[in-house]
């Protein structure tokens, strides 16, 4: 990945932050703390450490380093906003590839840039500054929020709403049908999926997850929430805001997920369970159908229950002869 020249006074201005050190070093690079050398930067989460860095970023409170510092409250963060600036991710350049095929009543707008074998189609609107990689497929009446990058082999089935600034990995699918069969005597029938799918601003999908349609009405995804590889997001489900849910879980019809909760990998929620917000799920927990989570101590285990209650019953176990 191609870096960016930049030098630590530069960092530290755009960082609104002091620094300790020569104004004109400038890092050929970044890594962790433990694996960094003289030329590369870094950062610490504490105020005593030891590396080899040519540049920690290190809380605002600390001893006297041998290394350039660059004192900022949140390091981890602030070296986030580094990396975006040291490693700015390639942008291609608006147009649409020759091989695509845009439907005559799409709407396009400005800068957009769409890539080869893209099928754009009937009435869908895609706003401005958009990237679509290779090989997606855009629905009829999809509306594509402004700046959203939709990586290779990404389908947004028809009338879905994806917001401003979104990412989609690749093998995202949104828009699918919900799992949703009637028994009719001997067999089972389609029960007819007629909902959407909204995602709100600044929402990013990790590669092959789905989100299904409503039945009725819309599955919703709030603002700034993130979804690791492989989750599944059933239909009527609504997930409120800035929420993180890591790889390989899945969510039954209508679940409610509160704003800022945080749910672990390989998490499995029964249909209608409620999630409050600010809730934390530990990895591989099962929640019940229709089960609440509280806001507070991390729940873990299946079924469910209090970090501290899960921990006994392990113990307990454990000195079972």
């Known amino acids: 990945m191609m870096k960016r020249h930049m030098r630590i006074d530069e960092i530290a201005a755009r960082l609104g932050a002091p620094y300790e050190g020569p104004a004109d070093w400038a890092p050929t690079g ?50 986030a906003q580094v990396l975006t600036w040291l490693y700015p991710l390639p942008t291609p350049a608006p147009g649409i590839h020759p091989t695509a095929q845009i439907g005559a009543s799409a709407h396009l707008g400005e800068r957009v840039s769409i890539g080869p074998y893209t099928i754009v ?8 500054d958009a990237v679509i990689g290779p090989h997606c497929r855009i629905g009829a009446h999809v509306r594509l929020g402004a700046a959203a990058k939709l990586h290779s082999n990404v389908t947004l089935y028809h009338d879905v709403r994806i917001g401003q600034r ?5 093998g995202v699918v949104v828009g699918a049908d919900g799992f949703g069969f009637v028994f009719a005597g001997d067999h089972y029938e389609k029960f007819p999926q ?3 799918v909204e995602l709100g601003d600044d929402v990013e999908l990790g590669a092959n997850t789905c989100v299904d349609r409503a039945a009725l009405g819309v599955t919703r995804i709030g603002d700034g929430t993130k979804l690791d590889n492989m989750v599944h997001i059933a239909h009527n489900c609504q997930i409120g805001k800035h929420v993180v849910i890591a790889a390989q879980t899945g969510f039954a019809g209508g679940v409610t997920v509160g704003d800022y909760a945080v749910i672990g990998g390989q998490v499995g929620v029964g249909d209608r369970a409620r999630i409050e917000s600010r809730a934390i799920i530990g990895s591989g927990a099962g929640i019940l159908s229709k089960k609440v989570v509280r806001a507070g101590e991390p729940v873990w ?21």
């Open 30 to 79: 970044a890594a962790t703390l433990d694996e960094a050398g003289p030329t590369e930067i870094a950062f610490s989460a504490t105020s005593a450490f030891t590396s080899q860095a040519g540049c920690v970023l290190a809380p605002l409170d600390g001893p006297a380093q041998p290394n350039t510092l660059i004192r900022v409250p949140q390091p981890r963060t602030a070296f």
């Open 121 to 128: 189609e009937a009435h869908a609107h895609i706003g401005d």
């Open 166 to 170: 979104a990412i989609l990995h690749s």
């Open 194 to 196: 007629v909902g959407t």
């Open 301 to 321: 285990g299946t079924p469910a229950r209090p970090l501290r209650q899960y921990l006994r019953q392990l113990a307990s176990l454990g000195r079972l002869k």
